[in-house]
């Protein structure tokens, strides 16, 4: 079993920066995929950005490339999504999650309780 706990949602001004953190305890796998996925009010879960634990990896949603930063610190087994020039379509609860490859994608088998942005305008 993996344990995942976000952190460092909150309220911010449009152009701010949040950084939120992901600590992943119990069993990891070096090439188990890390994920940050959002769900605003009223909308589908939606990916913004994964990063592969060992080789650091990363892809972005066409909507955050070049304002969010995907990271991890694998002694600490801790992910991070820095945000900057945060918009107020960026509010949502944010999830992270993690699993294996799985055929053509990866497979997300374990997820954070989430931390909820807020990007007033």
């Known amino acids: 079993q993996v344990q995942l706990v976000e952190s460092g949602g909150g309220l911010v001004q449009a152009g701010g920066s949040l950084r939120l953190s992901c600590a992943a305890s119990?069993?990891?796998?070096?090439?188990?995929?890390m994920g940050w996925f959002r769900q605003a009010p009223g909308k589908e879960r939606e990916f913004v950005a994964r990063?592969?634990?060992?080789?650091?990896?990363?892809r972005y949603a066409d909507s955050v490339r070049g304002r969010f930063t995907i990271s991890r610190n694998n002694a600490k087994n801790t992910m991070y999504l820095q945000m900057n020039s945060l918009k107020p379509e960026d509010t949502a609860v944010y999830y992270c999650?993690?699993?294996?490859?799985?055929?053509?994608?990866?497979?997300?088998?374990?997820w954070g309780q989430g931390t909820q942005v807020t990007v007033s305008s």
């Open positions: 990063i592969i634990w060992s080789g650091g990896s990363t």
């Open positions: 119990g069993r990891t796998f070096s090439s188990y995929a």
């Open positions: 999650a993690t699993g294996p490859f799985a055929g053509a994608e990866y497979r997300y088998d374990y």
